[in-house]
Nanobody, 122 residues
Framework: QVQLVESGGGLVQAGGSLRLSCAAS????????MGWYRQALGEQRELVAL???????NYADSVKGRFTISRDSAKDTVSLQMNSLKPEDTGVYYC????????????????WGQGTQVTVSS
């Protein structure tokens, strides 16, 4: 079981920056991947950025060059540095974690944070 606590959302003007953080806690063996998704009003949830165990990252095309995802394995936290924000970045951002419950387990489970609002004004 994994609990996620998100922070860093807020209101900024276009061109500004925000940094989102997510801390995982609970009972698990290891975090395999951590990432951020977002959902705008009336839209489907989409992947923003993902980072795997080896540090491999994936970004949505719309945020490449502007957002940077990083991970602190020792603390089981993930951060998303968002620069040059645009109004279309507005939405609720959700932290996502894929965790392995036990060392011998073959299954992986996904966990979601409650979401943090990011609003970018023009």
């Amino acid at each position: 079981q994994v609990q996620l606590v998100e922070s860093g959302g807020g209101l900024v003007q276009a061109g500004g920056s925000l940094r989102l953080s997510c801390a995982a806690s609970g009972t698990y063996f290891r975090i395999n991947s951590m990432g951020w998704y977002r959902q705008a009003l009336g839209e489907q949830r989409e992947l923003v950025a993902l980072i795997g165990m080896g540090g491999t990252t994936n970004y949505a095309d719309s945020v490449k060059g502007r957002f940077t995802i990083s991970r602190d394995s020792a603390k089981d936290t993930v951060s998303l540095q968002m620069n040059s924000l645009k109004p279309e970045d507005t939405g609720v951002y959700y932290c996502n974690v894929q965790a392995q419950a036990q060392w011998r387990s073959l299954s992986r489970s996904n966990y979601w944070g409650q979401g943090t609002q990011v609003t970018v004004s023009s």
